[in-house]
């Protein structure tokens, strides 16, 4: 709250915490409604993959969004500050930098400590992560489901805590779109500027643009809310579709851990991202009309108590942890020495109808569904490395006869050949069924960071992709759909080549030694004149694969497709290129 009286120029405080090595940077929230957002419907765009990068899914590539405005504000502050030096000068010392804000203040808090994660994973001292953290107050929803899924990906949701009021509006704004609440937003701004003058914001707490803005808010929250439970439910109807397609919802989604202030010295603490989506809505409902006047205007003066209720609610200490959310009741009156007294006694504080406790269930149960499905695909581990390893089986054997495994499998002429194409089928129909898993987001966030799951992967695509590649030139599939790289590589290889490539911190396409058989087929059917630059770029990275052990020698064998077309090369090329030394005339 302090930071909100600061001038324009300061854009936030820096303070050190007496008798810690805590280190609180804290942002001013903005007045201006520029501040908040940009021209676009929720005033999203896709975030600055520069200096985000991990805020992607890694097997869809699809980039995260977030509110241009803030975002705009954010690289404002880093290019203009001296946030940059100060944050590195305390996080050298070892000291924990908490990242605070209240209101849009909040969102830049949360910014901020996503660009210092992302500069922390670049370098080789990861445990510097543990010295960060991020608590906002009242702050606005900041990105789409994306950026949620790739903070869970990472393991960075956990240093994010954000703190509702029950009835705080702010937390819910980005749920409506800009054109609903635009000019009712300009109404109520003495709401977002804590230096208003309190009988201004009386006033405009009774008006009729108050209860106007409550309700357009709400009206669309139960659109979203609605929506994402229909899907947390398994709804397949056709319906849900259409209307989504006709219906303009918010982007945004929850992510990290939120602890709302039930408004009796209570706090309930939730991680799931889909349950507390739900909760902004059902916690804000109206139980009554004559309720209208007293709850409107709490969810105007709610964003501007924060201190007082961390104060009383930090001494009782009385915290609900909703972790187990498929037990939570169904009633609102449940026996006092029933084990989940408790938890009733916060969800009834928080004012959660028997929908809305079957709304949190179905969160529950869709986190549970995805951690089943996990385990029904760790089964099928060893039925990969068995299939992994008659493959490797097979292309020892080849390389006993001098002819790679590439080639052997391309021509199709011994029973072995046919049993590697059996466990290329098997292993291609497995890993299928994970990738459309991962597209459907039916696996844990988790998931894609496994550095098991990346190893194994990595290990079928170098070991199944050339197959797939002999098989497609093998049938001239290239002469009706084109070249294989562009036209018809499989999502199972792209998906795992990006999960190496995000999990070692390279550039996209830095992994394609798999893809090496494809290039060599699309050049030796073309004039060196027109693919020189090609040539020497598979050169050039085939050079590092051989000597990394990524490709073998059997590239070189004498009846081998690399070998007889480097054979026709033009001589003043054969006699540069390091090549000569592994192919005799």
Not at 99 to 118: D, N, P, T, V
Not at 179 to 189: D, G, H, P, T
């Amino acid at each position: 709250m302090e930071a909100h009286n600061l001038s324009p120029e300061k854009p936030y405080i820096y303070k050190k915490i007496n008798g810690s090595t805590d280190v609180v940077i804290a942002f001013a929230g903005t007045l201006s409604f520029d501040g908040w957002y940009s021209n676009t419907s929720f005033g999203e765009t896709e975030i600055n993959t520069t200096l985000f990068p991990s805020l992607r899914s890694v097997g869809t590539d699809e980039v995260a969004k977030v509110n241009e405005a803030f975002a705009r504000r954010f690289q404002d502050i880093l290019d203009k500050s001296s946030l940059k030096n100060e944050v590195e000068k305390a996080m050298s010392k070892g000291r924990q930098v908490v990242f605070a804000g209240h209101s849009s203040g909040g969102a830049i808090a949360i910014l901020a400590a996503l660009w210092c994660l992302e500069c922390c994973r670049t370098r080789p001292e990861g445990d510097m992560l543990v010295h960060l953290y991020c608590m906002t107050f009242g702050s606005p929803l900041v990105g789409n489901k994306i950026w949620s899924h790739a903070l869970r990906r990472e393991n960075w949701a956990r240093y994010f805590i954000h703190f509702v009021m029950k009835y705080d509006i702010v937390p819910r704004m980005m749920l409506a779109p800009l054109s609903s609440i635009q000019e009712l937003l300009q109404a109520i701004s003495p709401f977002i500027n804590p230096k208003s003058q309190y009988s201004q914001r009386d006033a405009v707490a009774r008006s009729s643009n108050a209860l106007n803005f409550f309700m357009t808010v709400m009206r669309n929250a139960s659109s979203v809310a609605s929506y994402a439970a229909c899907n947390l439910k398994g709804c397949t109807n056709l319906l849900l579709e259409t209307v989504s397609n006709i219906v303009q919802l918010s982007p945004y989604i929850p992510f990290g851990t939120y602890i709302f202030c039930t408004g009796n010295r209570k706090l309930v603490v939730v991680e799931n991202p889909d349950a507390v989506l739900q909760l902004l809505f059902y916690s804000s409902q109206l139980s009554s009309e004559a309720e209208a006047v007293v709850v409107v205007a709490r969810s105007l003066n709610d964003h501007l108590l924060y201190t007082n209720e961390m104060q009383d609610s930090l001494e009782m200490q009385d915290v609900i942890h909703l972790n187990n959310l498929t037990d939570i009741p169904l009633s609102s009156n449940v026996d006092p020495s029933d084990e989940v007294a408790s938890m009733n006694s916060a969800l009834n504080d928080l004012g959660l109808s028997t929908r809305a406790r079957l709304c949190l269930r179905a969160a529950g149960e869709w986190e549970k569904q995805k951690k089943k499905n996990e385990e029904k695909i760790e089964q099928n581990k060893s039925s990969i490395r068995d299939a992994l390893s008659k493959i490797q089986e097979y292309q020892t054997k080849c390389d006993i006869r001098k002819v790679g495994y590439y080639d052997a499998f391309k021509i199709q002429n011994t029973e072995d050949d046919f049993k590697a194409n059996v466990k290329r089928l098997e292993l291609a129909g497995i890993w299928d069924e994970i990738i459309e898993m991962l597209k459907r987001y039916e696996l844990p966030d988790s998931f894609e960071g496994r550095r098991d799951w990346i190893e194994l992967g990595t290990q079928f695509r170098r070991q199944v992709e050339p197959l797939d590649i002999a098989n497609y030139y093998r049938h001239l599939k290239n002469e009706d759909t084109g070249p294989y790289l562009i036209r018809a590589r499989p999502k199972r290889y792209r998906f795992t080549q990006r999960w190496l490539e995000h999990f070692d911190k390279v550039q996209a396409g830095a992994r394609s030694e798999s893809c090496f058989w494809a290039e060599v087929e699309e050049l030796r059917n073309k004039l060196f004149a027109q693919v020189q630059d090609r040539v020497l770029s598979l050169e050039t990275a085939a050079n590092i694969w051989i000597q990394s052990s990524l490709l073998g020698d059997d590239v070189f064998f004498p009846e081998s497709t690399y070998t007889k077309w480097w054979k026709t090369l033009p001589p003043q090329h054969k006699q540069t290129s390091w090549v000569s030394e592994k192919i005799t005339p």
